[in-house]
């Protein structure tokens, strides 16, 4: 069974950084692409960032390309989503998510999900 626990979320000011979290089941860490998702509010979720689980190759949303980044711990587990320069419309719900299958496609969306973490609130505002 997948587990995904997000962790990290805050209120930021624009410009600011945040650094969200997610430690993954074992079962999942290796064998699996993992990725990030957002949600605003009356909006709908778009993926955001894919690491694959063959190569690490990185996949992003062309909003967040050169801001963010997703990075993965293989010792402990943990995925990573570092966001520099933040932005009002960066706002939203995060969640943390596994894949069906090991690889990305570039774009994220449209890569088969699995499982989902249960969500950190990250607030851009002055």
């Known amino acids: 069974q997948v587990q995904l626990v997000e962790s990290g979320g805050g209120l930021v000011q624009p410009g600011g950084s945040l650094r969200l979290s997610c430690t993954v089941s074992?079962?999942?860490?290796?064998?699996?692409?993992l990725g990030w998702f957002r949600q605003a509010p009356g909006k709908e979720r778009e993926g955001v960032a894919c690491?694959?689980?063959?190569?690490?190759?990185?996949y992003y949303i062309n909003s967040v390309k050169g801001r963010f980044t997703i990075s993965r711990d293989t010792a402990t587990g943990t995925i990573y989503l570092q966001m520099n320069s933040l932005k009002p419309e960066d706002t939203g719900v995060y969640y943390c998510?596994?894949?069906?299958?090991?690889?990305?496609?570039?774009?994220?969306?449209?890569?088969?999900?699995?499982?989902w973490g249960q969500g950190a609130q990250v607030t851009v505002s002055s």
């Open positions: 998510a596994a894949a069906v299958h090991p690889v990305c496609d570039p774009i994220v969306a449209r890569t088969p999900w699995r499982a």
């Open positions: 074992a079962s999942t860490r290796r064998s699996y692409g």
């Open positions: 690491l694959a689980g063959t190569d690490s190759k990185t």
